[in-house]
C-alpha cells in the first residue's frame, strides 16, 4: 500500500492549497478515506472523512465551510481543497483509510501559512 500526498506548500493568510492523495496497492473505491494533519508539538488529528463513492463528508467544525475534501475513484485520487487558510492550519497534512491503518502512513505534505 501506497498513499502519496503532495500539493503542500508556503501561502499567506487567506491563500488557497489544493493537496492530492494518491493511492495504490489499495481497494481504494472500497474505502472511507480521510485527511489527517500534525501541527508541531501537537497530536495527529482527524481533519475530514469522504465515503467509499464520496456521497458523504464531514469536515471538523475548525475547518468547516475553509475545506473541501473530495475524491476521484477512476483516478485513485483523494483531494482536500482548502481556501482561507490560517496560520492555526500549519501543519504537515496526511492521507489514510478511517479508521486509519498505522502502516499506511506517508510522508505527508508540509502546509506553512504565513500570517
Known amino acids: 500500500v501506497q498513499l502519496v500526498e503532495s500539493g503542500g506548500g508556503l501561502v499567506p493568510a487567506g491563500g488557497s492549497l489544493r493537496l492530492s492523495c494518491a493511492a495504490s496497492g489499495i481497494s481504494f473505491s472500497m474505502k472511507t478515506m480521510g485527511w489527517y494533519r500534525q501541527a508541531p508539538g501537537k497530536q495527529r488529528e482527524l481533519v475530514a472523512l469522504i465515503s467509499s463513492g464520496g456521497g458523504s463528508t464531514t469536515h471538523v467544525d475548525s475547518v468547516k465551510g475553509r475545506f473541501t475534501i473530495s475524491r476521484d475513484n477512476a483516478k485513485r485520487t483523494m483531494y482536500l481543497q482548502m481556501n482561507s487558510l490560517k496560520p492555526e492550519d500549519t501543519a504537515v497534512y496526511y492521507c489514510?483509510?478511517?479508521?486509519?491503518?498505522?502502516?499506511?502512513w506517508g510522508q505527508g505534505t508540509q502546509v506553512t501559512v504565513s500570517s
Open positions: 489514510n483509510t478511517s479508521p486509519f491503518n498505522p502502516a499506511y
